[in-house]
T-cell receptor
Framework: EAQVTQNPRYLITVTGKKLTVTCSQNMNHEYMSWYRQDPGLGLRQIYYSMNVEVTDKGDVPEGYKVSRKEKRNFPLILESPSPNQTSLYFC??????????????FGPGTRLTVL | SQQGEEDPQALSIQEGENATMNCSYKTSINNLQWYRQNSGRGLVHLILIRSNEREKHSGRLRVTLDTSKKSSSLLITASRAADTASYFCATGDDKIIFGKGTRLHILP
């Protein structure tokens, strides 16, 4: 089954404790992206990657890191989480044709709470 | 920087009625997408419309795009309880901007 998976689905942590949220897709998509969703703010893009070893900042990259060493995986790293990073996080992937991103397929989300 | 902005923020209609949501954006685009999100879950893609298209249909969904007005609309005809969700528009090819969404509630 074609899908985007995220782990963990729920995470409660404390300020400053490094964490990684994994994202994996099995559709051979070039494009992958991370978003955070907060009440009243909609979805905001954190980072995106157009292919292996190619990543770029979205609208709200501060406090986050990403890497794209393999096509299927795009982990999100919070080196020193803070309470303002408490949010619902989504990973998405998409095929690219003619240099354009197409339909994005979203993972189920990771609800992160930073105390 | 929010590019897509949906209007209205919330909409309640009776089952069977049509629901219309609008999206405005600020800069030129290659495509615009509409997504649905059931409470707290992942987004599901509904329709992608390219900048050279004016209208697109998918089942009970109809999307229009007016590039001169930098706006798009999503029409859901003959609404059902299962259509209760939040609807978002999104623009961009690489850096993607989502609007804040319209919360649609279908009343029985």
């Amino acid at each position: 089954e074609a899908q985007v998976t995220q782990n963990p689905r729920y995470l409660i942590t404390v300020t400053g404790k490094k964490l990684t949220v994994t994202c994996s897709q099995n559709m051979n998509h070039e494009y992958m992206s991370w978003y955070r969703q907060d009440p009243g703010l909609g979805l905001r893009q954190i980072y995106y990657s157009m292919n292996v070893e190619v990543t770029d900042k979205g609208d709200v990259p501060e406090g986050y890191k990403v890497s794209r060493k393999e096509k299927r995986n795009f982990p999100l790293i919070l080196e020193s989480p803070s309470p303002n990073q408490t949010s619902l996080y989504f990973c998405a992937s998409s095929l690219r044709t003619s240099g354009r991103t197409n339909t994005q397929y979203f993972g189920p989300g990771t609800r992160l709470t930073v105390l | 920087s929010q590019q897509g902005e949906e209007d209205p923020q919330a909409l309640s209609i009776q089952e069977g009625e049509n629901a219309t949501m609008n999206c405005s954006y600020k800069t030129s685009i290659n495509n615009l997408q509409w997504y649905r999100q059931n409470s707290g879950r992942g987004l599901v893609h509904l329709i992608l419309i390219r900048s050279n298209e004016r209208e697109k249909h998918s089942g009970r969904l109809r999307v229009t795009l007016d590039t001169s007005k930098k706006s798009s609309s999503l029409l859901i005809t003959a609404s059902r309880a299962a259509d209760t969700a939040s609807y978002f528009c999104a623009t961009g090819d690489d850096k993607i901007i989502f609007g804040k969404g319209t919360r649609l509630h279908i009343l029985p």
